[in-house]
């Protein structure tokens, strides 16, 4: 058989289309395995992170293909564990591609040391704000004999006193002891005493 007789034989249109469907295959299921194995096109919801050690949120984001970089510690959150993640870039539920990076911020180990603000001699409505402002909460407030009502007098912490530039941890509850402004009457004037009544002769008689 000649080859011009061959090629319009019904045995070579066979055999060329077996031969086409075999490529087809292999070409998809090339396509099928390289999509599998690379996540090609496929994204990837990002997991919540917070509250997790950075150990533990680095292993759950490399079970699935992810990075992450810690970027800072921030100031200490008393809502979330030390050294916990706080936040995190992507969010949660964020879709990204693999290998993406996570950029997390952790919460440091505790609060910082702050100076003490000089409140002594204010009056409590005026340190208050100034206490608040510096990150300390104020605590029990008790009062003793002074000329001024509600000036401070004494700042302390667990009883221990304190002054102007000592440093306590951010968030520690402060003590005060306030002017009562009763310094200067006494009991016998607040009763309506009549203070010009003569002195009674004290004088001791010696015994003869």
Do not use: C
């Not at 060329?16 to 690379?38: E, H, P, Q």
């Not at 994204?43 to 533990?56: F, R």
């Not at 995190?88 to 505790?110: C, F, H």
């Not at 029990?140 to 002054?163: F, H, R």
């Amino acid at each position: 058989m000649s080859l011009k007789n061959f090629l319009k034989s019904k045995t070579f249109a066979k055999q060329l289309a077996i031969a086409v469907g075999i490529i087809i295959i292999v070409v998809f299921a090339a396509l099928k395995w390289l999509d599998s194995t690379t996540n090609h096109g496929q994204e990837i919801p990002v997991p919540n992170l917070a509250k997790m050690s950075v150990e533990k949120a680095g292993a759950t984001l490399e079970s699935i293909d992810l990075g992450y970089v810690v970027l800072d510690t921030v100031d200490f959150n008393k809502d979330y564990p030390a050294y916990s993640v706080v936040q995190q870039d992507p969010l949660p539920n964020v879709s990204v591609k693999e290998n993406r990076k996570v950029y997390i911020k952790v919460n440091a180990g505790g609060y910082n040391d702050i100076r003490m603000p000089d409140l002594v001699q204010k009056t409590y409505r005026q340190a208050l704000p100034t206490l608040k402002a510096a990150g300390l909460e104020e605590g029990k407030i008790t009062y003793k004999p002074y000329l001024a009502k509600d000036v401070v007098l004494e700042m302390s912490q667990n009883g221990k006193k304190l002054k102007a530039g000592d440093m306590v941890k951010k968030a520690s509850t402060i003590d005060f002891v306030l002017g009562d402004g009763k310094t200067g009457y006494t009991e016998d004037e607040e009763e309506g005493t009549d203070s010009n009544a003569p002195e009674t002769d004290t004088e001791t008689v010696e015994e003869q």
